[in-house]
Each structure stands twice: as C-alpha cells, then as structure tokens.
C-alpha cells in the first residue's frame, strides 16, 4: 500500500469513483435507493468471480450509505439550532437505516449460506466473516424502531449540551469558553466561572437524569430482544470484543484504582503544595501553580491548522499532506460557538476518503492535544481509504484510539513548532503526560460505572448517584475539597457524551493509552522503525485482529496489570526529564 503519496487536484482528493451507483444519486426517499439493494437481492452468484463483485458493489452502497448520514450528523452537530439539520438526520435514521438494515442483514445471511460461502477464503476473511456471524447473532428486526428511537433520543443530550452557555462580562460565552478561564491565575475569577458553570449544568441534572434513564431502558429492552440477560453483554457481542472479556474490563479497573491512582492523588497532593493552599478547590485544578499566564499555543483556527500540518510533515510529509487536503476540501470545523454541540472527533468519510475533524477549540493546549489526537485519526483514514470492500475501513475503536493517542505523545518531539519558548514548551509536554496519567481513572471509572448502569438497569436516580458517588471515591481525588459544590462531582459523569450517544465505548481508551505509550516509547528508541511500524499495522485496517494489529505495530494488546505498572513508570521517567 502506497502511504509516502496522495493523488490530489488542487489540493482536493478526488472522490473514490463509483462502479454500480450513479455518481449523482440523492436520497430524498427509500425509492432513491431501493432498486439497488433489490438488484443485489436478486443477482445470481455462481463463482467466486460473482461473489466479489457482489461485495464490491454491496460495499459501494455501504459507503454511499455510510457517507450520507456522515454529512448529516456533521451538518446538524455544527449547528444544532437549525431545525433543518436535524429534519434531514432524523430522516435518515427514520426512513433509511430501518430499511437498509434488513436487507443487509440478509445480505449477510446470504453471505454465510452454504452455495454462497463455498467461494470465498475463508482464511483470508475471517475476521470479516465471524463480524458478519455476530451481526447475524444479535439482529432482531424487532429492535429496528427502538434503535431508531434510540438514535433520536441520543440527540437531545448534544442538544442539551449545545445550549449551555454562561453570560460573564455581560457576554453570553459556551461551556468550552468558561473552562478555558480556569487557567487564569486570579483565584477569585476562576471561582466566579465555577460557579456560574455550577448554576448552569444544574438547571439540566435532572433532564440529563431522565433522558438517561429512557436510554437506559431502551437499551435493555434491544438486548433482551436479541435475547441477551443485559445490554452490556449485547454491546460486547455488538462492538465485535472478540479478544478480551468482562473480566478483563474488571481487572483491569482494579488494577488502574492500585497502580495509577495513588499518583494521580499525589499530583494533586503536589498542586495544593505549590499553589501554597489550605484547600484545593475544583477551579485551582487547571491553573500553572507558579502563578504563571496561561501558555497559548495559537491564537486563530488558521494559526492551529497550519502549525499542525508543519509539525506533521517533519514527522513524515505524508501525515502533513493529510491535514492539508483537509484544509483545502473544507473538512475542517474547529472553533466553538452558540449552538455547536460539544466535543470532537474525526469523521471517516468512505467515499470521499479525506475524513472530516470536527472539535470546539478556544486556544488552548488542551485543544492542540485534541488537534494532534483528531489528527491521528484522520492519518488513519488516510491510511485505509482505499481498500474497496467497506467493512476493512470500519476498524474497531482499540485500534481506532491506538492511532490517535499514539500522535499525541508522537507529535510532542515537534512540539517547537507551536511554542517558541523553552518554558512553555516544557510546560505543554508536562500538561500531555499528566493527561496521559489522569484519563486512565476516569476511563476505568465511567466503564465500571456503566458495568453497573445496564447490570441494575431498573435502578433509581438515587441509587445511580449513590452507585457513581462511590467510585469517585475510588478512582477520583481525595484532595479537592467539594464543599459547597457537592452536585458537581454528583453529575459529573453528565460530561462524558459516551455515556448517552455511545455506551460501553470507553474502556478502548484505556487499552489503546497503553498502546501508545508503548509506542511513544518505541519512537524513542528508534524513531524510524516506530513510524514504520505504526504506519504498516494501520494500513491494515479491519483485516486482521486486535492483537495481531497491535503486534504488528511493534506493541502488546495487553491492558494488565503489570503492564499498566510497566508503562506507568516509563511516563513518569519522561515526565521528570522534561
């Protein structure tokens, strides 16, 4: 696979031409799209010459299918107060995906029935065919309306989120803004934003409290449909965790609370020290303790976009043409304002093959690490973008996030490019290794929590409070003092957009920051061999499995333990070299 070039006009990647489609097909109704899954249906296949370009043409329309509602989520997250964007989403969701669904489920029947399967290699295609098993497993056309209810009540959490703004300074600011003041080194500032944020978010508790608890239900109801005890073994089945288990997820948990959170609590322990305080506060936990002005890494979008590029291309100009094309094909939304939904994220795009970045920047170095992990993202689709059978693009979140997470700690040797001060430079690199440290608690905690949620899923309100308020006791800190702000840490796994729009995925995170320190690590010793290999075992796609990938890129799928305690202590080494 060539990874050292992109073809482009005008900066602008060309379309992945389409051999059964039309190129210009709009779908307005299911009769747009209809007569293609019925030739698909009814076309004969009698050779393995057959059956290849039935899942060629079956992947175009997969593709096709898959970019659409792409650029309706996109559209409508960018602007969730055009009731417009939200009319074509829940059109599409409504009227299309029930539709395409069963005859895809059939396509796979068909797929795995015996005068068809006698084609194929199956040696070649096994990962592909046991994903297409599964799905055949847990599909009950019976659930097709819930999950369409499902999709449409996810969207009131973005929603939700999207119109919580504060007004300070007689400016109406979002949530994204109002966090960004908690670097200022005016204590009595940063109290004031808390407080307004504190005032804000608990207007919403309790609808965020009730939306999920429909969610919760809606869910157990799919899984009990498909015939599972509880949607957290139907999500397993679903997510296609073939290489690791329940168990796995619950040693695991335990082995973050042993190894990782004592020194997150020392870092705190630290910051109360340096900053001279009787008590930590929740506003003291993002301030430079030396009383130092916040570090500013770019001051426009166009500054962030194209200091990335020039930090991409010195690691390989292949990852800095990826941003670039980008750029030029308007696949970027990085800014935050009223009305755009929370977060960030990269979009694979399978038709168009550049994928689309989408985050709520305010310039800060929380939002270049977002950057240089979005990124990650988009090298990835890159990577993958022209195999021609859809589902080898469609990879699973553990390799999904081992991309990402890899460029962020990668990409910081660059770092330069973005602070021309020393101090500030060191001050970003020590900001990303904590980060890396304090995301595997809260990993291992919104996971273990959702254990529990779809475990006890008829549970109270007050229970569930209970429930999360006992693990912020074991994964959260003992050092910030909470008085008078109690609600907060109460709801604050409010924030975690998963939780609403994409249950049980979290836990990848933690598998896949293990895998990237390992493969920072690498990089370290050898920076040649560790792009090499990271390029090599993306460039797979969904052709092999997890582990095989994993090993591939020169690392362990492991998330044990010991190799939390291994990895641990190499961080911590760089964290002090810094």
């Given amino acids: 696979m060539e990874i050292n070039h992109i073809a482009t006009k005008n900066n602008i990647l060309p379309k992945i031409k389409r051999c059964f489609l039309p190129e210009k097909l709009n779908i307005d109704s299911w009769n747009t799209v209809e007569p293609y899954f019925k030739n698909l249906s009814e076309r004969k296949i009698n050779s393995w010459q057959d059956l290849e370009q039935w899942l060629y043409d079956k992947s175009e329309v997969e593709a096709f299918l898959e970019e659409d509602m792409a650029w309706r989520y996109i559209k409508m997250s960018c602007d969730t107060l055009n009731p417009d964007l939200k009319k074509s989403f829940s059109f599409f969701i409504s009227e299309i995906e029930p539709k395409s669904s069963i005859y895809l489920n059939n396509f796979d029947k068909r797929l795995l029935s015996p005068n068809v399967i006698k084609y194929i290699d199956r040696e070649k295609y096994f990962i592909y065919l046991r994903k297409v098993q599964k799905k055949i497993e847990i599909f009950r056309e019976e659930n097709l309306p819930i999950i369409t209810q499902l999709q449409s ?110 020194l997150t609590r020392s870092f705190d322990e630290i910051r109360k020290k340096n900053m001279g305080l009787d008590v930590l506060k929740p506003w003291d936990t993002e301030v430079d303790t030396s009383g130092r002005a916040p570090i500013v890494p770019f001051t426009t979008t166009e500054e962030l976009i194209d200091k990335t590029i020039e930090c991409f291309h010195r690691l390989n100009p292949f990852y800095g043409d990826c941003i670039r094309i980008m750029k030029a094909m308007g696949h970027l939304d990085l800014d935050s304002r009223k009305g755009k939904a929370p977060g960030g994220f990269n979009y694979p795009l399978y038709e168009s093959g550049a994928p689309f970045i989408y985050m709520n920047s305010v310039g800060s170095v929380r939002d270049l690490v977002t950057m240089m992990h979005e990124g990650g993202h988009a090298i990835h689709s890159f990577l993958i973008k022209d195999y021609k059978i859809t589902d080898f693009k469609m990879i699973s979140s553990e390799v999904a996030e081992l991309a990402s997470m890899s460029m962020e700690l990668i990409s910081m040797e660059h770092w330069d490019v973005f602070f021309e001060n020393k101090e500030d430079l060191q001050r970003a690199k020590r900001f990303l290794l904590e980060k890396v440290v304090r995301i595997l608690p809260w990993v291992a905690q919104v996971d273990k929590f959702q254990h529990w949620v779809y475990m006890y899923p008829n549970h109270t309100v007050e229970e569930r409070n209970k429930k999360w308020t006992e693990l912020n006791a074991e994964f959260g800190s003992e050092i910030i003092d909470w008085t008078g702000n109690e609600i907060m840490p109460q709801i604050s796994w409010q924030k975690q957009l998963h939780i609403f729009e994409l249950p049980f995925y979290y836990i990848e995170y933690n598998v896949a920051q293990l895998g990237a320190m390992a493969m920072w690590r690498n990089y370290k010793k050898d920076p040649e061999k560790a792009l090499r290999n990271y390029e090599y075992a993306l460039s797979l796609g969904n052709t092999v499995s997890m582990k095989e990938l994993y090993k591939a890129a020169g690392i362990e799928f492991n998330f044990s333990k010991d190799y939390v305690n291994e990895l641990i202590e190499f961080v911590k080494e760089e964290y002090y070299k810094v």
């Fill in 153 to 262: 009540e996810q969207q009131k959490y973005r929603a939700t989120s999207a119109a919580m703004t504060i007004k300070f300074d007689s400016h109406e600011i979002t949530m994204q803004k109002a966090y960004d003041y908690f670097r200022s080194p005016d204590r009595s500032l940063r109290e004031k934003v808390y407080g307004l944020i504190k005032e804000r978010k608990s207007k919403d508790a309790q609808n965020l409290h009730n939306l999920f608890t429909d969610l919760v239900q809606l869910r157990h109801k799919v899984a009990k449909n498909a015939g599972f005890e509880n949607f957290r073994d139907y999500t397993f089945a679903s997510l296609g965790r073939f290489d690791y288990n329940v168990q796995d997820c619950y040693d695991h948990h335990q082995a973050v609370a042993s190894e990782i959170v004592p």
